[in-house]
Antibody, heavy 122, light 110 residues
Framework: EVQLVESGGGLVQPGGSLKLSCAAS????????MHWVRQASGKGLEWVGR??????????AYTASVKGRFTISRDDSKNTAYLQMNSLKTEDTAVYYC?????????????WGQGILVTVSS | QSVLTQPPSASGTPGQRVTISCSGS????????VGWYQQLPGTAPKLLIY???QRPSGVPDRFSGSKSGTSASLAISGLQSEDEADYYC???????????FGGGTKLTVL
């Protein structure tokens, strides 16, 4: 059974930092790009960024609003992806989902975690 | 403002067919495949359609997708009460080098 389990969320003050983790199991984590997507309360989905696999040089990409503040990393030995969030703003308040997908394979897949709430408030 | 444009709401009665549109540009929908997600309240999105018109196993064939140029559509036939949810389109954007989503369409089953 595939599982993506996020942890590390909570309440943080504006300007603060938080690091989310995404523990994966049930699929070939090391070969998969890992994405983070967020959703503010009552709003739509927003892609945050992604990190590709070792075969793709662990390349990262981010949405403009988080560039320079957020960093995505991974530890393939622990089957875990991370989202380091610095200089947090109130507008970063959202449920953050860890997700992975690949449609260009014999067995396409699209997996999401349950989401974790990050609240940025004083 | 979302990069992909969807109508904020749609509705239909049980048994009807409804369609949800998704409008993009040459850097996203025209150049890349489109996916569609269903999100029930308080849950993670669930993939309904990938690669424009492919259904993952387990997704009923009442759901279908299509793409033409810079637009895509999700059709739901034989509407059921459990289809009441938010629906999102998604595609990779080559100019932004990122995945983009539509703003979401809230489907109401009357």
């Amino acid at each position: 059974e595939v599982q993506l389990v996020e942890s590390g969320g909570g309440l943080v003050q504006p300007g603060g930092s938080l690091k989310l983790s995404c523990a994966a199991s049930g699929f070939t984590f090391s070969g998969s790009a890992m994405h983070w997507v967020r959703q503010a309360s009552g709003k739509g989905l927003e892609w945050v960024g992604r990190i590709r696999s070792k075969a793709n040089s662990y390349a990262t990409a981010y949405t403009a609003s988080v560039k320079g503040r957020f960093t995505i990393s991974r530890d393939d030995s622990k089957n875990t992806a991370y989202l380091q969030m610095n200089s947090l703003k109130t507008e970063d308040t959202a449920v953050y989902y860890c997700t992975t997908y690949d449609y260009g394979v014999d067995s396409p897949f699209d997996y999401w975690g349950q989401g974790i709430l990050v609240t940025v408030s004083s | 403002q979302s990069v992909l444009t969807q109508p904020p709401s749609a509705s239909g009665t049980p048994g009807q067919r409804v369609t949800i549109s998704c409008s993009g540009s040459s850097s996203n929908i025209r150049s890349n495949t489109v996916g569609w997600y269903q999100q029930l309240p308080g849950t993670a999105p669930k993939l309904l359609i990938y690669s424009n018109n492919q259904r993952p196993s387990g997704v009923p064939d009442r759901f279908s997708g299509s793409k033409s140029g810079t637009s895509a559509s999700l059709a739901i036939s034989g509407l059921q009460s459990e289809d009441e949810a938010d629906y999102y389109c998604a595609a990779w954007d080559d100019s932004l080098n990122g995945r983009v989503f539509g703003g979401g369409t809230k489907l109401t089953v009357l």
